[in-house]
């Protein structure tokens, strides 16, 4: 997959560079840029932003050096990316969009900063290419850097090759609209605190129910949204039993 990602604080996306997406940017399973949002300014002050019309505070990112950033990493007669746009007013992240955008060639994000990106490029670039508006949830933050982070995370570690352990990605949270059941470790016993029993059985059925039922009573306190959008496929006697 390659990732092009377009801020005015490039730095910000250092952590790129460490742990698994660092590794996998290093085995090439993830090809990928930064870019300086100013690198594509005319003026000396390399501006990027102006006051917003119709009044309001703060400022809103210029058109102009968005639409060359694109024009430059998307030419149009080139394959398109699908561009990210983090943004409070997005659809929200999921694990499914995290999914879906792991099965893409090619992702492009632009990070808004300030009180966010002229509408006009995305408009724009929505002509020739996806655009897709994200937000990590109901907060706001300073821009778009920490979401492309928070993305980047979710949708490498989906691509073949990047997790050792495969098998980690159907059990986890969120894998089958579920939280997942609390996991332990050795030793047995720690500060007055056992590991469940069950755990230490060997037994596989019993250790596959507990675990559902675990997931399922976590999901019903935690997330009962999450829980009612399951309601079709759940045996409705787990539910009784919670
Ligand atoms: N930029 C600012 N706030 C954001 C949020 N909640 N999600 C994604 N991008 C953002």
Redesign the pocket.
């Known amino acids: 997959m390659r990732v092009d990602i377009v801020s005015i604080f490039p730095e910000y996306l250092a952590p790129l560079d460490l742990s698994l997406i660092g590794r996998a940017r290093a085995s090439g399973l993830l090809r990928l840029a930064v870019h300086d949002l100013r690198s594509w300014t005319h003026d000396v002050h390399r501006t990027v932003d102006d006051t917003p019309y119709g009044g309001g505070p703060g400022m809103v990112m210029r058109p102009e050096p968005w639409g060359e950033a694109l024009d430059a990493l998307a030419p149009a007669e080139a394959p398109q990316p699908r561009l990210l746009v983090?943004?409070?007013a997005?659809t929200p992240?999921t694990q499914a969009m995290a999914h879906e955008l792991a099965a893409e060639e090619r992702l492009l994000f632009a990070c808004?900063r300030y009180e966010g990106i002229d509408q006009r490029v995305l408009e724009h670039a929505a002509a020739r290419m996806p655009v897709t508006e994200?937000?990590?949830?109901?907060?706001?933050?300073?821009?778009?850097e920490v979401?492309v982070l928070v993305i980047l995370e979710a949708v490498t570690r989906l691509l073949p090759g990047v997790l050792g352990n495969a098998g980690s990605l159907d059990e986890e949270s969120h894998a089958h609209g579920l939280l997942e059941a609390p996991v332990y470790t050795k030793p047995p016993s720690w500060r007055g605190h056992d590991v469940p029993e069950i755990l230490r059985s060997g037994d596989h059925g019993r250790i596959a129910r507990w675990r559902r039922d675990e997931a399922l009573r976590r999901t019903a306190a935690r997330r009962p949204d999450m829980l009612a959008a399951l309601a079709d496929d759940l045996d409705k006697r787990d539910v009784a039993a919670l």
């Open positions: 983090p943004s409070p997005g992240f808004g994200v937000s990590l949830g109901d907060y706001v933050l300073f821009g778009g979401a």
